[in-house]
């Protein structure tokens, strides 16, 4: 069985400073890892996605994740965050065989304070 | 650009009326996916959707709900007989091929059962 933790509920952060937004996963099998963001009245957006190979993956709009598999983590995080980038983030996994269906976090609501 | 579209996007209902959630997948996609988040809660995954039958489908997925894709452009999520519990944000997804692929969601339907 796959989960996902994402201890934060909310983050708030000031502009231009930096953030990350920390998730964790379990899964018995081998897993693909993403982030998706939710913008007010939006559907989700992928921001960024670990497949395989370089652990540092880079995203839209200044974002990157670092896949730790001795800490199933996969934390997202962005040097200098602006006021637009105030949503819903969440972290998700996929088995890489079998059924393709996502399993996400609870998700982490960023408030960029001006 | 393409993208997954959702109607209503809003739905209110009396408790034990039967339910339609619209989806209009990407044009050229071939796997559909429902998903729903009960406010506060993780994005779940309720089924998917390939060549025209369930491929998977989650134990939220019971006799209640039901999908159909009844004229090659529109996947619909039916639940019969709501209940209160059924409450949630309902979306939508799809992918191109079975090889790994991004999933793209819709704007959501959220579902107010009174």
């Known amino acids: 069985a796959q989960s996902v933790t994402q201890l934060d509920s909310q983050v708030p952060v000031f502009e231009e400073a930096p953030v990350e937004l920390r998730c964790n996963y379990s899964s018995s099998v081998s897993v693909y890892l993403f982030w998706y963001v939710q913008y007010p009245n939006q559907g989700l957006q992928l921001l960024l996605k670990?497949?395989?190979?370089?652990?540092l993956v880079k995203g839209i709009n200044g974002f990157e994740a670092e896949f730790n598999k001795s800490q199933t983590s996969f934390h997202l995080r962005k040097p200098s965050v602006h006021i637009s980038d105030t949503a819903e983030y969440f972290c998700a996994v996929m088995m890489r065989t079998g059924a393709n269906n996502l399993f996400f976090g609870t998700g982490t609501r960023l408030t960029v304070i001006p | 650009e393409p993208e997954v579209t959702q109607t209503p996007s809003h739905q209110v209902t009396q408790m034990g009326q039967e339910v339609i959630l619209r989806c209009v997948p990407i044009?050229?996609?071939?796997?559909f996916y429902w998903y729903r988040q009960i406010l506060g809660q993780k994005v779940e995954f309720l089924v998917s959707f390939y060549n025209n039958e369930i491929s998977e489908k989650s134990e939220i997925f019971d006799d209640q709900f039901s999908v159909e894709r009844p004229d090659g452009s529109n996947f619909t999520l039916k639940i019969r007989s709501t209940k209160l519990e059924d409450s949630a944000m309902y979306f939508c997804?799809?992918?191109?091929?079975?090889?790994?692929?991004?999933?793209?969601f819709g704007p959501g339907t959220r579902l107010t059962v009174l």
């Open positions: 997804a799809s992918r191109e091929t079975q090889v790994y692929n991004e999933q793209f």
């Open positions: 044009s050229n996609h071939l796997y």
């Open positions: 670990y497949l395989s190979g370089s652990t």
